[in-house]
Nanobody, 124 residues
Framework: QVQLVESGGGLVQAGGSLRLSCTASESIFSINVMGWFRQAPGKEREFVSGITRSGGSIYYADSVKGRFTISRDNAKNTMSLQMNSLLAEDTAVYYC?????????????????WGQGTQVTVSS
């Protein structure tokens, strides 16, 4: 079973940047889709971004388009999320997720593997 570990969260001022990383315990070459979700206090977990194995298909939530960039390195078993121009409303716990499905889905229940999450706090 694939284990995912996030890193890179922290406290940043509005307008700043952070880079999140997700490292898998084994090769992610066989994992078709990986994604990032986030959950703010009192809110449901929401889709942030997803990427297919080849990187040929990438999706972003409207709220982060133009500010966040997702990438993956199958050789290094890692996925990253570069977050720029951060807003206070980006504050949440960010989760790395993976699925053997072939299409990027925005529903958390479609992902079989999850990391423990990393806190991102943006101060205004």
């Amino acid at each position: 079973q694939v284990q995912l570990v996030e890193s890179g969260g922290g406290l940043v001022q509005a307008g700043g940047s952070l880079r999140l990383s997700c490292t898998a315990s084994e090769s992610i070459f066989s994992i078709n889709v990986m994604g990032w979700f986030r959950q703010a206090p009192g809110k449901e977990r929401e889709f942030v971004s997803g990427i297919t194995r080849s990187g040929g298909s990438i999706y972003y939530a409207d709220s982060v388009k133009g500010r966040f960039t997702i990438s993956r390195d199958n050789a290094k078993n890692t996925m990253s999320l570069q977050m720029n121009s951060l807003l206070a409303e980006d504050t949440a716990v960010y989760y790395c997720a993976a699925t053997s499905g072939v299409v990027v889905k925005t529903i958390p229940g479609r992902y079989e593997y999850w990391g423990q999450g990393t806190q991102v706090t943006v101060s205004s």
